[in-house]
């Protein structure tokens, strides 16, 4: 969890891989309040965030129907602050009524755009040319491949920078690069073509 410093904003929280387990909720943190998102909840439960100082707070759950009328309190501590440099996130320590974990800090808007980006794209299999468009509006920062390269299932081809953001576009599965439409420095935007695969 963090501070939202500007209300208008809000910071989607999880886990860090090396503290993540099947099922953790994702925490929605803003305006002074939060929000649990779960795969498997039936409803997020809603909490208040309580700040002691900027580094101790108090997430105040409130109850589930048929419980009592006092929120859960749990005691939050905030510890050190690490920026990941491959896509800028941040990664801070967090001691949960003594569990220590660590947790992914992204403004919402920045998580909403990834993950628009990874949505909608279909399961590609063997057979015809595959077109490869923007998922998101953004500016090309980086090329991998070229025409005429092979490449492997998951092999990076571009990165599109995007709200400060690197976001790495991958190859659907193994294939040989039949056109590249675009440059470095280049803008682009949603729906535009970036790459050609056969």
Do not use: C, F, Y
Request: charged share 25%; proline share 8%.
């Amino acid at each position: 969890m963090a501070q939202v410093t500007n209300p208008d904003e809000s910071l989607r929280v999880v886990p860090a891989p090396a503290s993540r387990a099947p099922g953790d909720p994702t925490l929605i943190v803003g305006k002074g309040s939060a929000t649990t998102v779960g795969e498997e909840q039936a409803a997020p439960v809603t909490a208040r965030i309580e700040w002691l100082d900027g580094e101790h707070a108090i997430l105040a759950e409130e109850p589930s129907a048929g419980a009592g009328p006092d929120p859960i309190r749990t005691r939050v501590m905030l510890g050190p602050v690490r920026r990941r440099t491959s896509d800028g996130i941040v990664i801070r320590e967090v001691v949960v009524d003594g569990w220590h974990v660590e947790v992914e800090l992204e403004l919402e808007l920045r998580a909403s755009l990834r993950d628009r980006a990874r949505r909608g794209v279909p399961a590609i299999g063997p057979g015809g040319p595959i077109e490869i468009l923007a998922q998101l509006p953004g500016r090309i920062v980086g090329l991998s491949v070229g025409p005429g390269d092979a490449v492997v299932a998951g092999q990076q081809l571009l990165v599109i920078e995007a709200m400060k953001m690197h976001n790495e576009l991958r190859a659907p599965r193994a294939a040989t690069v039949e056109r590249v439409a675009v440059a470095v420095g280049d803008g682009v935007e949603l729906g535009d073509l970036l790459v050609v695969l056969r």
